[in-house]
């Protein structure tokens, strides 16, 4: 098995160049774009890694997913979509277009960055309470007690974040938010800056594989609900205005983040984490993709 890893991540590399690391947060364009790793985990307890597996890189987007698991089990099903759609869209991730909409009520779904920001915004705590909440569930479900954040990072987010903080603003004055602005915006800031590596995600695509389940204590932290919805929004909205024809070439549910990574989930059978910085024009990793695309035709994963 890791042969044939090593000779997908071999096949891919010459893609590397064929993308950009994310520049519009200065401080990721100093991230080394050579870096390619890929984690696997199944629901046996097989574990398989390759490549820079063990690089740590910012977890952007991918913390979509773990916000939206405890935004719904802070909330329940119905609250948190009573805010959010679960509709995929052809915008950007980081469109404001249709938010000033007057037949807009809410966000197209959690994936993008206006629905990201409201899904935070349901987290229960106060202050610095909500992130540590947030971080404790990321670590739980990673089993990884080391997991933090980069503050420069964070920092570099915050100061240039300026889409962000004006579609948050928006939605607030349309009534799509409660609470502080810029409260909120911090913590959904800190998110996307913490720290991961193949290994992490890869564990929590199998926790959803295993349907809200730590594999080897056999707990379950929430309701196998949780990660059907999940899964289900990975699999028509994780990749942003690329899910469509992801879902059509790959076939497995997937959450991609502007750090690099991409973290795949097949219900049942197993977690996915891949990680190369270099992006496409969606903002997905450009090799991340080329790689997920072959490890679902030669393991045969598609779930469609
Ligand atoms: N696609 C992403 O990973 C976007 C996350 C990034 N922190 C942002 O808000 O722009």
Do not use: W
């Not at 995600?201 to 949780?226: H, P, S, W």
């Not at 502007?258 to 059978?269: D, Q």
């Amino acid at each position: 098995m890791e042969d044939l890893l090593s000779k997908i991540i071999e096949k891919n590399r010459y893609l590397i160049s064929k993308g950009a690391v994310a520049d519009y947060i200065p401080a990721l364009s100093k991230v080394n774009p050579n870096n390619i790793g890929i984690c696997i985990m199944d629901v046996d307890g097989n574990n398989y890694k390759t490549g820079n597996y063990d690089v740590k890189f910012t977890i952007q987007s991918i913390s979509k997913i773990m916000s939206l698991m405890l935004a719904l089990i802070d909330n329940g099903e119905d609250k948190v979509f009573k805010k959010i759609d679960y509709e995929p869209t052809e915008e950007p991730f980081n469109t404001l277009f249709k938010l000033d909409f007057p037949h807009t009520v809410k966000p197209s779904n959690p994936m993008i960055n206006s629905g990201a920001i409201v899904t935070t915004s349901l987290i229960k705590g106060k202050g610095e309470e909500r992130f540590n909440r947030l971080l404790n569930f990321i670590r739980t479900v990673t089993e990884n007690p080391n997991i933090s954040y980069n503050e420069e990072v964070y920092l570099s987010e915050k100061d240039t974040g300026h889409k962000n903080r004006a579609m948050a603003y928006l939605m607030k004055a349309r009534g799509f938010i409660d609470g502080d602005v810029e409260e909120i915006l911090d913590v959904y800031f800190k998110q996307c800056s913490i720290e991961v590596t193949t290994v992490d995600i890869a564990k929590i695509g199998l926790f959803l594989a295993n349907r809200c389940k730590l594999l080897e204590q056999d707990t379950k932290v929430c309701d196998a609900r949780i990660a059907s919805i999940v899964t289900a929004i990975m699999a028509t909205c994780g990749m942003y205005n690329f899910s469509g024809e992801y879902a059509a070439t790959v076939g497995i549910p997937s959450k991609s983040g502007v750090g690099g990574g991409i973290l795949g989930t097949i219900p049942h059978k197993m977690g996915i984490g891949v990680f190369s910085p270099t992006l496409d024009q969606y903002g997905n990793s450009i090799v991340g993709y080329g790689i997920m695309s072959d490890l679902s035709k030669e393991l045969n994963l598609n779930i469609f």
